[in-house]
């Protein structure tokens, strides 16, 4: 667990930095208040790079051209993060998976090296893994020490590329009281979206199999799988599903099998009667996130 107490007492740049980057940052970003913050940037000539956690210098991008940009994308994920049930106090949680003790000064320019590491546990037993870090660039300006760019969500450790979640819901996100095994909407996050044809209850050699609804949900879900796990996904990466069923009737057996496949959250999903080929009972398509 990362040291909540500024490490740096005894070296009044470093301090500040710290003070800046980590105590005034995270509080001000649980809290959703940019105005905790604005201060602490350079305007001018502002920038940031996303590395989108990948290794490799050729998939990152200038995803924040301007400080403008850079705010309405970090007011965007406060509030996300304000509006979530945490298990635990929200500004101390991130705290504690946060560690700034490397930075490099030299006049009055410095590179700061800030990781997170770590887990927040949403009061539903959700778990949001934090595993990346950053290179802020910073300058002292009218003695003060401000942010003038930085390379952020790199892999941590370097060397690992860490697969950010895929999907999330939304804070907030509700339905009816009858509704079944899935999301009312998802927030997905994928640099790679992989869809597969509607699978059924048919083996290698065009057989089908299982003359009830449960034993034809099993073995399409299967089939699923098996197409997901080709593209190196499975159940947990899937957002979207489509499913057609041939009665109906036969609809909450299909759930009762169904939601014993997939984790929280659940996908979104669409359902709707219709004819299927040879004695089909079921045909389900799914869209997933990598």
């Not at 999301?183 to 869809?195: G, Q």
């Not at 609809?251 to 004819?275: C, H, I, L, Q, S």
């Amino acid at each position: 667990m990362a040291s909540t107490i500024n490490p740096f007492t005894g070296d009044a740049d470093r301090a500040e930095i710290w003070d800046m980057l980590v105590e005034r940052d995270l509080r001000a970003f649980a809290n959703a208040d940019w105005a905790m913050v604005e201060n602490d940037f350079v305007v001018e000539g502002f920038f940031g790079i996303d590395a989108q956690r990948k290794n490799n210098p050729d998939d990152w991008r200038i995803n924040f051209p301007s400080l403008e940009e850079y705010r309405n994308e970090w007011l965007r994920q406060a509030h996300d993060f304000k509006n979530t049930a945490w298990k635990t106090d929200p500004v101390g949680g991130l705290m504690a998976l946060t560690t700034l003790h490397d930075i490099e000064i030299k006049g009055t320019h410095g590179l700061v090296h800030k990781k997170f590491d770590g887990l927040m546990v949403h009061t539903s037993g959700q778990e949001d893994h934090l595993k990346w870090q950053t290179l802020y660039q910073v300058r002292k300006v009218s003695g003060s020490w401000k942010i003038s760019g930085f390379i952020g969500y790199l892999p941590y450790p370097m060397g690992t590329e860490e697969r950010a979640v895929a999907k999330r819901k939304p804070a907030g996100a509700a339905q009816h009281k009858t509704a079944g095994p899935y999301s009312p909407v998802l927030e997905v996050n994928a640099s790679k979206l992989i869809v597969i044809s509607g699978q059924a209850s048919i083996d290698p050699g065009g057989i089908v199999i299982g003359d009830t609804i449960e034993e034809q949900t099993h073995y399409t879900l299967k089939n699923c799988l098996a197409q997901l796990q080709s593209a190196g996904c499975d159940f947990s990466d899937v957002f979207k599903v489509n499913v057609y069923l041939t009665d109906l009737d036969e609809w909450p057996a299909f759930n009762e099998v169904y939601k014993t496949y997939f984790p929280e959250p659940m996908p979104v999903r669409a359902a709707v009667g219709t004819d299927l080929l040879m004695t089909l009972k079921v045909e389900i398509e799914m869209w997933a996130a990598k």
